[in-house]
């Protein structure tokens, strides 16, 4: 029987850390219906890359990605909302940023986000 770990640290070996900015983002979604909708239509989209995976679907790209949630609404056949498109994420990187009722982006430079971002 061979050990199963040896598979698992394989990709480790070749590991480089790099002190520099990718200005890359991303969502992972849950599998379902709403995340194999968004997926399919963001499939289309120039810059995006979707990798579904057995219980996950991931969207990646770089600079940022803009989600509109009529653009979903219409893919899915039912009404998308900033709220349901969030728990349809599991998990996020980058600088998420709803601009009104109907577009989320996901920013990879943060200087960029800063423009939308308000601190009181």
Same mark, same amino acid.
């Given at each position: 029987?061979?050990?199963?770990?040896?598979?698992?640290?394989?990709?480790?070996?070749?590991?480089?850390?790099? %002190?520099?900015?990718?200005? =890359?983002? *991303?969502?992972?979604?849950?599998?379902?219906?709403?995340?194999?909708?968004?997926?399919?239509?963001?499939?289309?989209?120039?810059g995006i890359t979707v990798t579904y995976m057995p219980a996950m679907i991931r969207i990646d790209g770089e600079g940022k990605i803009v989600?509109?949630? %009529?653009?979903?609404?219409? =893919?899915? *056949?039912r009404e998308m909302t900033n709220h349901l498109f969030e728990i349809s994420t599991s998990t996020h990187y980058g600088r998420m940023v709803t601009i009104d009722e109907n577009t989320m982006i996901l920013f990879g430079d943060m200087n960029e986000a800063m423009s939308y971002v308000a601190y009181a």
């Open positions: 029987m061979s050990d199963h770990t040896s598979n698992i640290f394989k990709s480790l070996k070749n590991l480089e850390f790099k %002190d520099t900015v990718s200005y =890359e983002c *991303g969502v992972t979604l849950n599998d379902s219906v709403e995340a194999r909708a968004i997926a399919e239509l963001m499939s289309t989209k120039p989600f509109k949630m %009529d653009e979903i609404a219409a =893919e899915l *056949g």
